[in-house]
Every structure is written in structure tokens, then in C-alpha cells.
């Protein structure tokens, strides 16, 4: 299972790193906009440590803008994959983009026929919402499991993110269910390493060390 980060945040991206846990970044204008920084030097600092899959998304409305954008975007690194909206434009760009060679990340997936169409379209990802489903009380972790037996039905090869973490037990639940990628805020990876019996462990394992004579 691979692990991006879902962040424009250099600082988060470094700590992911040295823990090992970044195979990738997902970014989007919401997550650029919180680093009161132009987009281009929030994406020139994050391309310059990370070397796999940086989604970067287009915010051009029609296929021929989002062609544009996604082209532009795509040659500031062989690992930027462009991030396009599920949307009947967003289908258009996606095929041509894809069918140029660029990987493609279908966003704002929020139906498993939204995540076939993408798929057909040539997407390289599709990423589902699953917390914002969850949000207005469907379940966000049924359309991984529909997207993902659907790709699997057709050997598709478009890879399924799961989109829109808000906790560990999404993370929990996706792997369970074999998704190829989940995308996670820091704060999500951050609580994963956290037990409180391991906290508890420790703190008696180095007090009674101090018990040990030390020669
Ligand atoms: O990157 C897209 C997605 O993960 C957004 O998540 O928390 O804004 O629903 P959220």
C-alpha cells in the first residue's frame, strides 16, 4: 500500500520522508492556498525532495484550458501526475492528456461510475472522498470497496487513492480492503504511530533501566 501525503506543507513532507512513509503528494488549490505562498514556489520546494507521484491540480473549467494547464504543469517534473476534476470536461482533458503519455489523477470521485468513466478515459488514479461522503452520512469506505472490484472485474490498471482521510481508521479500512494508495493529511500518519501502551511501555522500561547498575 502506498502512502502520499495529502499536504502542501514542505515541513510535514521532510518529516514524512525521514519516517519512510511518503511515496507521494496530493495537493489541491484548498491545501496550496494554506501556505500563503504562490503556488509555484510551494511546488518547486516540493518537487525538489520528493521523487514520486506529486499530484498537482488544474483550475481551468474546460477540457481545452485544463489540456493547457495539465501540460505546463507536467513538465516541471517526469513525477508530476496532473489532477483533474471528475467532470465531462475533466473526461475530455484526461483523454488526450493520458493519451499524450501524462498520468492522471481523477478528482473529486464521489460515485463508483464516476471512478469506471475515469478509468476508461485513461486516468493513471482515481480518487475517491471518502471523509466527505462520510460527511453527509454515506459511506465513504463502500465506494473504495466498489471502485476497487470494478477496476478488478476489468483489469483495469488505474490506481485507486483514497481521498479525504480524516483518521486512522480510514486508513485501517482501505488497507483491509487492498487499495493501492491511500493519501493522508500528516496529522493522520502522525496519529497512526501513536499507542498509548507504548507510551506507557517505555516510560517503564527506562525507568527501571536507571535501576541497572551501569558496570
Ligand atoms: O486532496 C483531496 C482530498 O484529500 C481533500 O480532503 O479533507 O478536504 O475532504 P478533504
Known sequence: MKFFLDTGNIDEIREGLEMGMVDGVTTNPTLIAKEKKSFDSVVEEILAVVEGPVSLEVVSETAEGMVEEGKK???????????IPMTTEGLKATK????????????????PLQA?????????????????????SHDGMELVEQVLAIFDNYAFECEVIVASVRHPMHVL????????????????????TRHPLTDVGLQKFLADWKKVPKR
Open 73 to 83: 504543469l507536467a513538465s516541471r517534473g517526469a513525477n508530476v501526475v496532473v489532477k
Open 96 to 111: 488526450i492528456l493520458s493519451g499524450e503519455g501524462m498520468a492522471v489523477n481523477q478528482t473529486l470521485v464521489f460515485s
Open 116 to 136: 469506471l468513466l475515469a478509468a476508461k478515459a485513461g486516468a493513471a488514479y482515481v480518487s475517491p472522498f471518502i471523509g466527505r461522503l462520510d460527511d453527509v
Open 173 to 192: 479500512n482501505a488497507a483491509l480492503l487492498g487499495a493501492d494508495v491511500i493519501t493522508m493529511p500528516f496529522g493522520v500518519l502522525s496519529q497512526m
